[in-house]
């Protein structure tokens, strides 16, 4: 009943009215709204909502959001010449569909404000240059492919390579900083939100975390929508309440497939792939609305997540979505079936501005270690024909079965920047005839690595590390 005063409050207040000509599942034919916005929220006389897909000169594709049936015949108003979402803090540590309702059984959310679903990108002149590293607790990455606060980069890999296990490991990781997390799941299955749930509560991450569901058994409009409603919750954080706030896609595969159904059935003529020619703008828009503000010093990380079916990294979405980041994390299930967690490829991965972040220490480091690796590979190589191997080469193959072990870590094992820059020191300068035990020293180095105030005070307790750690001396 309440709807229906709305709706006659929307129709005398003069907002464009139309007719109801034609329905095709959620597909819905207006006549008579002109002159309306692409994404206006529609109200159908009986309170079903939708928003505008396509503007034509004689009629409207309106997306239907609701349950109810609309049927040929019904009126339709302009309820808002846009389409928004709630937004607020109070989302903060809460699990929400894409309509901003709660899941998680904790009573309702007030929201502090409205929010554009398809808001626009932040002009160039509004952002700044990005300069802090974005710690993820995983050493590979952030010694060789490290994330900056506000840079976009994108996860991509095979089915089952685990691009959301390390997506789950970056969130866990931000659960003592400053970040707030917006983990979206795009048309997932219900054992994948409760997995990801579970992982946030057992490690008490959910406290700093937002969690936005879509899943499989809902509408296509609503997978469609989550990214966009995602980032709009994520930006209101970002931008008005002065928070850094990173934001996981998982995945955009999916929201791909939803947006090419919608098309098909929309009449759109398909492209590479049967996916509609703006699919690159659909993405594009969507990721460029993170980065770094001038006015507030604040920034959006976008982290999206790919199928590369097989690996071709070289595919259709895989090479959109690299166009338009600012690199990528590439997992192989080659290397994941060599037991390497996470399953990074060394070779295919890359950060474009990564670098900014780092300080001297960590430069050092990442460049000892690209020499060390791309040593160990060559020395690998050797080692299958069989002959003895040279000192040098021997040398080699032992620093890379040492950097390997360090860089393997299971779902839940994070390090900080200090303990990854103590533990690769030591693992890279070990003299001749000492044996190092990675285990204790992955130990060992979350007690002596707090012991780092100052500079002056690095060497010492690297040395006491390294003599913790040490296995034995061979004579």
Same mark, same amino acid.
């Given at each position: 009943?309440?709807?229906?005063r709305h709706f006659d409050t929307l129709v005398k207040? !003069?907002?464009?009215? !139309? ?63 846009? %389409? ?8 903060i540590g809460r699990v929400v569909s894409v309509t901003?309702?709660? %899941? ?67 969130? /866990? ?23 990801? =749930? ?26 469609? /929508? ?33 947006y090419r159904e919608i098309s098909l059935l929309a !009449? ?17 828009? =969507? ?15 976008? /982290? ?53 972040? =780092? ?62 820059? /103590?533990? %690769? ?45 040490? %296995?034995?001396?061979?004579?």
């Amino acid at each position: 009943m309440s709807d229906n005063r709305h709706f006659d409050t929307l129709v005398k207040s !003069g907002m464009p009215i !139309g007719e109801v000509i034609g329905i095709d599942h959620f597909l819905v034919k207006v006549r008579g709204l002109h002159p309306v916005s692409l994404h206006a929220l529609i109200m159908f006389d009986n309170g079903t909502k939708g928003f505008v897909h396509e503007v034509h000169e004689d009629h409207v594709v309106i997306l239907n959001l609701g349950v109810d049936n609309v049927h040929v015949g019904m009126t339709a108003v302009v309820q808002h010449e846009q %389409l928004v979402t709630k937004v607020g803090k109070d989302y903060i540590g809460r699990v929400v569909s894409v309509t901003g309702d709660p %899941l998680d059984g904790k009573g309702p959310i007030a929201a502090d404000s409205t929010w554009p679903v398809f808001n626009a990108a932040p002009m160039l002149y509004e952002r700044e240059m990005l300069s802090t590293q974005l710690v993820t607790g995983l050493s590979v990455i952030d010694e060789l492919f490290p994330l900056v606060r506000g840079q976009r980069l994108a996860i991509l890999g095979d089915s089952k390579s685990g691009k959301s296990t390390l997506a789950i490991q970056l969130a /866990l990781n931000q659960k003592e900083s400053d970040v707030i997390v917006v983990y979206v799941m795009i048309a997932k299955r219900r054992s994948d939100v409760d997995t990801l =749930l579970a992982r946030l509560e057992e490690n008490d991450a959910m406290k700093s975390a937002i969690v936005v569901v879509s899943t499989v058994f809902e509408s296509l409009i609503l997978s469609y /929508l989550a990214p966009y409603v995602a980032c709009s919750i994520a930006e209101y954080l970002w931008q008005k309440c002065d928070i850094d706030a990173m934001i996981i896609y998982d995945d955009l595969t999916s929201h791909a497939h939803a947006y090419r159904e919608i098309s098909l059935l929309a !009449g759109s003529s398909p492209g590479r792939d049967s996916y509609p020619g703006d699919m690159f703008f659909s993405h594009s828009s =969507l990721l460029e609305r993170a980065g770094k503000l001038n006015r507030n010093h604040k920034t959006l990380t976008s /982290l999206p997540i790919v199928l590369a079916s097989s690996g071709d990294i070289t595919a259709y979405l895989p090479t959109n979505i690299m166009s338009i980041t600012d690199g990528q994390w590439v997992l192989d299930m080659k290397v994941f079936r060599d037991t390497m967690r996470p399953a990074i490829n060394t070779g295919l991965s890359v950060t474009r501005v990564g670098g900014l972040g =780092l300080n001297q220490k960590q430069k050092e480091i990442a460049s000892q270690i690209r020499s060390g690796i791309n040593a160990y590979l060559q020395a690998l190589e050797f080692s299958h024909f069989g002959s003895e191997l040279a000192l040098t080469a021997q040398r080699d193959l032992e620093k890379g079965k040492r950097l390997y072990k360090i860089f393997n870590q299971k779902p839940d094992e994070t390090y900080s920047a200090m303990e990854q820059v /103590l533990m %690769l020191d030591i693992a890279l300068n070990l003299a001749d005839g000492q044996v190092l035990d990675i285990e204790l020293l992955k130990k060992n180095v979350r007690t002596r690595a707090p012991e780092v105030k100052a500079d002056e005070d690095y060497d010492k307790t690297k040395e006491a590390l390294l003599k913790d750690s040490l %296995l034995e001396m061979k004579k």
